[in-house]
Nanobody, 122 residues
Framework: QVQLVESGGGLVQAGGSLRLSCAASGLTITSFGMGWFRQRPGKEREFVAATSWSGGSTSYADSVKGRCTISRDNAKNTVYLQMNSLKPEDTGVYYC???????????????WGQGTQVTVSA
């Protein structure tokens, strides 16, 4: 049974940082590209960042480029999202997912986690 468990969310002031973690079980992250999405209040789920199965390639949404870094620890079977210079508009539920095929839409991913709440206060 595949499980992706996110953690690390919380309440932070604007300008602060958070590091989200996604611990995988039932799958080996070296076999999959992995990604992060978020769902902001009243909006659809949107792509944030992704890394290839090897970790050699990463991609980011324009809204987070330069502020977020996706990384992976294959030994721990865990993917991370380091978020810096957080803004109130970054508030939302953050999800990790395993990539089914190249692309940045939710349909390109499967095996979603339950999400972790990030709240950025002004």
């Amino acid at each position: 049974q595949v499980q992706l468990v996110e953690s690390g969310g919380g309440l932070v002031q604007a300008g602060g940082s958070l590091r989200l973690s996604c611990a995988a079980s039932g799958l080996t992250i070296t076999s999959f590209g992995m990604g992060w999405f978020r769902q902001r209040p009243g909006k659809e789920r949107e792509f944030v960042a992704a890394t290839s199965w090897s970790g050699g390639s990463t991609s980011y949404a324009d809204s987070v480029k330069g502020r977020c870094t996706i990384s992976r620890d294959n030994a721990k079977n865990t993917v991370y999202l380091q978020m810096n210079s957080l803004k109130p508009e970054d508030t939302g539920v953050y999800y990790c997912a395993a990539r089914l095929r190249s692309g940045t839409t939710p349909e390109d991913f499967r095996f979603w986690g339950q999400g972790t709440q990030v709240t950025v206060s002004a």
